[in-house]
C-alpha cells in the first residue's frame, strides 16, 4: 500500500513537473511572440520615425546651407558684374531736323547704347521728338563711402540708367522711355545685361524705381544719393552726340567730332 501512495506521489510530481514546464514554455512562448511581433516593431517603428526625423532636420540644414551659398554667390555675380561697369555709353544721332505739317519742329533721332569700345550694345532705336532741343534724362544711384572704401560687394559701384529722351515741346511729362520699361520688369538694362541673370540680380532691377522714390529704402540700402540729371543741347541735323554716365557720378552730353 504504502509503494502505491508512493507511486501515485511520484506520478502526482512529474505531472505537476510537466504543467510547470508546460505552463512555463507557454509564458515564455507567448512573451517572445509578443515581443517579436508587438513590442519589438513598436520599438523599432519609433526608432525609425526618430531617425527619418533626425535625416529631415540635416537634409533642412543642408538645404538651408546650399540656399545661403547660392544667395552669397549670386551676390557675388551681381557686384563684380556692377563693377566692371564704370561707365554707360551711348550716341544720339540727328537723322533729321525740320517742321511738321502745322509747323511744329521736330527731331528724328537715333538712340544706340554703346560699350567703351565703340561697340553696339542692344538695337539702336529710332525716336520723333517735339523741339528743336534734344533731352537725355538719366537716373544715378551712389551708394554711402563707407561702402566703397571697404569695398563692399554690392555697393562699391554705382548704378547708371538712361531713363528717358525728349524735346522741350514734350517735356518730361511727354517723355518717351529708355530703360525705364525693362527695369520695370527687373531686366537689367543695356549693357547690364546678358544671359548670365540671376534672381538677386533681377530683384535689384524689380525694385530699382521704387527705391528710388523711398527715403527709407534708401537708408536701409546704404544709398547716398538717387536722383536724376536731365542734359540737353540745341540739336543740329547730321551731328551725333555722345551720352555717358560715370559710375562715380555725374552725366554728360556732347557732340561728336563730324567725319
Given at each position: 500500500m504504502s509503494d502505491v501512495v508512493t507511486s501515485v506521489k511520484t506520478v502526482n510530481s512529474?505531472?505537476?513537473t510537466l504543467l510547470m514546464v508546460t505552463v512555463a514554455g507557454g509564458v515564455g512562448y507567448g512573451g517572445w511572440f509578443g515581443y517579436n511581433n508587438y513590442v519589438k516593431p513598436s520599438r523599432d517603428a519609433k526608432q525609425a520615425i526618430a531617425d527619418l526625423a533626425e535625416l529631415q532636420v540635416k537634409y533642412e540644414t543642408q538645404n538651408q546651407e546650399l540656399a545661403n551659398v547660392k544667395k552669397?554667390?549670386?551676390r557675388l555675380e551681381t557686384s563684380l558684374k556692377l563693377i566692371k561697369v564704370d561707365r554707360r555709353m551711348a550716341?544720339?544721332?540727328v537723322l533729321e531736323k525740320g517742321f511738321d505739317e502745322e509747323d511744329t519742329p521736330y527731331l528724328l533721332v537715333r538712340f544706340t547704347e554703346i560699350d567703351r569700345n565703340g561697340n553696339i550694345v542692344g538695337a539702336p532705336r529710332d525716336f520723333t521728338l517735339s523741339g528743336e532741343k534734344l533731352f537725355v534724362d538719366c537716373w544715378i544711384v551712389s551708394f554711402e563711402d563707407k561702402y566703397v572704401e571697404r569695398a563692399d560687394a554690392l555697393r562699391?559701384?554705382?548704378?547708371?540708367v538712361f531713363k528717358s529722351i525728349y524735346g522741350e515741346i514734350d517735356g518730361p511729362t511727354g517723355a518717351l522711355s529708355l530703360d525705364q520699361e525693362t527695369v520695370g520688369l527687373g531686366t537689367?538694362?543695356?549693357i547690364y545685361n546678358d544671359d548670365a541673370k540671376n534672381e538677386f540680380e533681377?530683384?535689384?532691377w524689380s525694385d530699382f524705381w521704387s527705391v528710388s522714390n523711398d527715403p527709407q529704402k534708401q537708408k536701409e540700402l546704404g544709398i547716398r544719393a538717387s536722383y536724376g540729371q536731365a542734359n540737353y543741347v540745341l540739336a543740329e541735323e547730321g551731328r551725333t552726340y555722345q551720352v555717358q554716365l560715370r559710375?562715380?557720378?555725374g552725366a554728360s552730353l556732347k557732340p561728336l567730332e563730324l567725319p
Open positions: 512529474v505531472v505537476r552669397a554667390k549670386e550716341n544720339v544721332q562699391s559701384a554705382s548704378l547708371c537689367p538694362p543695356g533681377r530683384q535689384i559710375a562715380s557720378g
